[in-house]
Each structure stands twice: as structure tokens, then as C-alpha cells.
């Protein structure tokens, strides 16, 4: 059943990614997303037939760090983009000229 | 599966639930953050104790406050007054229940080769190093890299830039 919670989460990660209109929001749901996968890594590494041999959880741990600068870089184009734009309403951005 | 599983998992899935449909964009921000703690729960649970830690430190310590910093920063905390959903909500909640549906109907249909009930793997932190230096050295130089390109990128790119004075 692990797996099946994973994809609940990615299910909803993607859904308030494609339906919120704050753009911190979607990076939220886009971190849910990354975690839920995760969490299936784990999963089939603790339960696949070489736990020992640590594979699944090495890709999580790198993961896990990859995801970290995501957000440290999509936090700081967020916060670019107020300074610029003066809102991070998603729908309000719809052109790519400055 | 224990009900400990089960408990969790419910915990993970309405932190999630409740980050993504609160109107409080600072509410989002604690939900989120009890989202990742039930993740690192569960890691525990599944006998991971180092990616739960580490899951601890990174997300439930760092990206969090990111999170609530970037809030801050740009007013997000302010509801606004046509609502939080996007025009295309309904698209986008189509889509990911498409990729649900999907996904769902895979793992129901799959056949029941998993869990191998082997016994619990003992994974010490040294082992864990060993594996680092060793086997996966050059992903973590890669990692080490990347990290290092994108502390200097994030301070790049939200650098204010003073108007130079004539």
C-alpha cells in the first residue's frame, strides 16, 4: 500500500501545482511531488529483493539534496519576480517581455 | 501493513491535502511542514533511519523556512479576494486525477511479487559513507557541484540591485 499512499501524494503535489495561483504554492506542490517519490523509493528499496545492497536509498538521499537547491533557486526567482512584477499571482503573468 | 502505516500515511496525505486547498498561504507553509514530517515518519517506519533524518534536517529545517522567508517576502500571506485557484482549475484537477486514476490502477493491478518479508537490513551511518566514497562518489561530486551552482545562482538571482547614483 506504500506506493499507492506515494501516488496519492503526487496526485495531489500535481494538482495544487497545476491549480494554485500563488507561485510559492506551486513550488510547494512541486516539492510534494518530489517527495512523494521519495517515499516509493524507499519503499521498494526496503521491500525489493537487495536491501543491502542500498541503491534505493542513496537515490533518495541524492534526492533529497537535489530538491533542496530546487527550492532555493525557485524561491529566489519568486522573490525576483515580486520585485519586479510586484505580485506572484501566476494568472497576472502572461507575457514574457519585461 | 500495520495500522502504524496507516496512521501515518492518513497524517502525510491531509498535511498534503491541507497545504494545497487552505486559503492561507502561511497555513499552506505548516501544513506543508506536517507533510514532511509524516514523510520522515514513515521513512523511520520503513526502517530508513538516516533518509528520515536527513529528511528531517533538510525539509522539515531548511526548505520550510525558506518557504515562510519567501512568503513573507512577497506578501504572499495576503488572501486575495478572487480566489486562490487558478482559471484553468479545472483542467489542472482533471489532469492530476487522469495521472491518479492511472497510477492507481497500475499498482491495483500489478501482481503481488513485493514485500519480500526479509528481515530488517542494519544500515549504520558508516555503511552509508563507505557507500558515499565509494560505489557513488561521482554522484556526490555532482551533487557537491550542483549545490555549490545553485547557492551562487539563488543569491544571483534575488539580488537587489542598488540604482547607481550619478
Known sequence: MTPLAGYLLVSIGLAGALTRRNAILVLIGIELMLNAANLNLIAFWRYGPHPESLTGMMFAIFSIAVAAAEAAVGLGLVIQIHRHAKTTDLDAMNRMKG | ?166
Not at chain 2, 486514476?101 to 514485500?115: E, H, I, K, M, T
Open chain 2, 1 to 166: 501493513m500495520s495500522i502504524v502505516f496507516y496512521l501515518l500515511a492518513a497524517l502525510t496525505v491531509a498535511g498534503g491535502l491541507a497545504a494545497m486547498l487552505l486559503r492561507n498561504t502561511v497555513h499552506c507553509a505548516l501544513a506543508l511542514t506536517v507533510a514532511f514530517a509524516g514523510l520522515a515518519l514513515l521513512f523511520l517506519n520503513l526502517d530508513a533511519q538516516f533518509a528520515g533524518f536527513a529528511q528531517i534536517l533538510v525539509y522539515i529545517g531548511a526548505v520550510a523556512i525558506l518557504v515562510v522567508f519567501a512568503i513573507l517576502l512577497t506578501r504572499g500571506s495576503e488572501t486575495p479576494k478572487d480566489g486562490v485557484f487558478s482559471r484553468s482549475w479545472l483542467a489542472g484537477l482533471a489532469i492530476a486525477a487522469a495521472v491518479f486514476a492511472v497510477l492507481g490502477w497500475a499498482v491495483l493491478q500489478s501482481v503481488r511479487v513485493l514485500p519480500h518479508e526479509t528481515a530488517v537490513p542494519v544500515v549504520t551511518v558508516q555503511q552509508i559513507g563507505v557507500a558515499l566514497v565509494g560505489r557513488y562518489v561521482l554522484p556526490l561530486e555532482i551533487v557537491a557541484v550542483l549545490l555549490t551552482a545553485a547557492l551562487i545562482g539563488a543569491v544571483i538571482v534575488a539580488m537587489h540591485e542598488k540604482e547607481e547614483h550619478k
